[in-house]
């Protein structure tokens, strides 16, 4: 699985009439999400204890529907690899419901902030470990 950047920089606003301005989440932000937290977890399992988190299947395309029990489970899927590893204060995650409010940018760019400082965070722990080095021998080789 690849990473690939979140993105931090979700707008939003309404216009005069109330009505939404701004980005909107589709399949590629969805599978944007999952996979890297797919990602994280397959990094934090170096690391940290084997844990899982629950898989959202194949990658969506424009024509499939996300429904409010996956965006709550995106939201899960993070709690429990943050749980499982550097335990970071991330806020609380809204629980959404069918044919209710759906993530706006402030939550997105939350929850995608959350993963970007995860990654970061367990990237250089992963890279900064140190690596012991076995010396078998006598040293200059001679017995």
């Known amino acids: ?22 980005d909107r989440f589709n399949a590629v932000d969805f599978n944007r999400i999952k996979n890297n937290l797919t990602y994280l ?11 899982f988190i629950v ?14 029990d996956e965006i709550n489970q995106l939201e899960e899927n ?23 409010n759906t993530p706006d940018f402030n939550e997105l760019n939350r929850l995608e902030r959350a993963i970007l400082d995860l990654y970061d965070r367990l990237t250089n722990e992963f890279e900064g470990r140190r690596m012991f080095t076995w010396n078998f021998g006598m040293k200059g080789g001679g017995l």
């Open 78 to 100: 993070l709690e429990t690899v943050n749980t499982n590893t550097l335990r970071r204060s991330y806020g609380s995650a809204p629980v959404y419901v069918d044919n209710g």
């Open 55 to 68: 898989s959202l299947g194949a990658d969506r395309t424009p024509v499939n529907y996300f429904y409010a």
């Open 41 to 51: 977890r397959e990094l934090a399992i170096k690391l940290y204890e084997e844990f």
């Open 1 to 22: 699985m690849a990473w690939e950047t979140p993105k931090t920089n979700w707008h939003g606003t309404t216009d005069a009439s109330g009505n939404y301005v701004g």
